[in-house]
């Protein structure tokens, strides 16, 4: 196939947490970059929410008991890049804070977790207080003025010991999955 359909290209903006991403964001991006007829053409962060002090010492410590070895949430740097006011096609929001409401005819891919309230570590830790065996993650592609389309859909199994470990296993999941919603 040849002509302009073929050279169409998909253009992405991305959100990461800030200021400084998650490795499994980092690897969801280049995942993204590497997807044939995606292009990347902005990269930005915004603020998310902070866990508690106590919250980061449970994490702390299940990182040291559990030995989570390659830890999904470890801060990594990512340059910003692009211009973040351009026009994409589509935003890939991975960033834990709520994003902000959906002009018309804007779409936005999100990550949607168990009941869709909590980002990913909050998430995992209410069904493991709940005693939920599994988390459903939706990639939903959502266009202001219409309704969400579930475009992917994973389950992720929670390990009751630690919600840490199962965090983690669960966003490395979904850094793979992010470029095949798109």
Request: glycine share 10%.
């Amino acid at each position: 196939m040849s002509g302009p359909a073929a050279s169409a290209r998909t253009r992405v903006a991305v959100v990461l947490d800030g200021p400084c991403a998650q490795a499994w964001q980092a690897r969801a991006l280049e995942g993204l970059r590497a997807t044939p007829g995606v292009e990347v053409v902005a990269v930005c962060r915004v603020a998310g929410p902070r866990p508690s002090a106590a919250a980061q010492r449970r994490q702390a410590l299940e990182r040291r008991l559990f030995g989570v070895g390659s830890d999904a949430t470890l801060p990594v740097d990512v340059a910003d890049e692009g211009d973040p006011g351009s026009a994409p096609d589509l935003t890939v929001w991975l960033a834990a804070a709520a994003a902000p409401p959906l002009p018309a005819g804007v779409r936005r891919l999100e990550l949607v977790h168990g009941d869709g309230v909590h980002p990913a570590l909050p998430a995992f830790a209410f069904a493991a207080a709940r005693g939920a065996r599994t988390v459903v993650t939706e990639a939903r592609l959502r266009t202001g003025g219409a309704g969400d389309v579930v475009v992917a859909r994973t389950a992720s199994g929670v390990r009751a010991f630690s919600p840490v470990v199962t965090a983690s296993f669960a966003l490395w999941k979904l850094a793979a999955l992010v470029p095949l919603a798109v």
